[in-house]
C-alpha cells in the first residue's frame, strides 16, 4: 500500500471515529447547528490538509475542534461584532441525527466560556486532564475546578427543568 493511501486510510478511520464528538463539542459554543456543522467539516479538511502534522498532534480530534473555532471567531470578527469573546444566541432545535439533546444543549450554553470549554474538552473529547490544560492554556487544578463547578451547574439546570417540566404535566 502506498503511502498516500495508507495515510488517506487512517485519516478516514480518524474521520469515522470523531465526527460526531467534534460536530457536539461545536454544538455547545456554535450557533445554529448548520453552522457547527459546517465548522466541523472545515476543521476536518484543514486537518486533511495538514495530516502528515495533525496525526502526531497529542488531540487530533482538540485539533479539529479547535480550527473550527478560530475560524468561527474569525468570521465574527469579520462580520464586526463588537464583542470579545463567543456569547451564544439560542438555538433552532432541529434533530441532527439525535447527536445532541436539546436539554442538554441549552444547560451546556448556559455556562461560562471556561466551564463550557473544560467539558468540551474533558467530556465531549475524552481528552486527559492534563491535555485539556494544555489545550486551553490553563493549570491542571483549574481544568478540575472548572470541570467540577460545570458539572454542578449541569446537574442543576437540568434538575430545574425536569422540575418545571413535571409541574407543567
Known sequence: MRTH?????EFERFFATHKDACFRALCATVSPLDEADDLTSEGFARAWERWPEVRHHPSP??????????LHRDRWRREGNPRRHLFLVPVEHHDRESLVDPALLAALRALPEQQRAVIVHRVLLDLSTEQTAIELGIAAGTVGTHLKRALSALRTHLDDQSTATEAAS
Not at 493511501?5 to 486510510?9: E, I, L, V, W
Open 5 to 9: 493511501d495508507r495515510s488517506r486510510s
Open 61 to 70: 480530534a482538540a485539533w479539529v475542534v479547535r480550527t473550527a473555532l478560530n
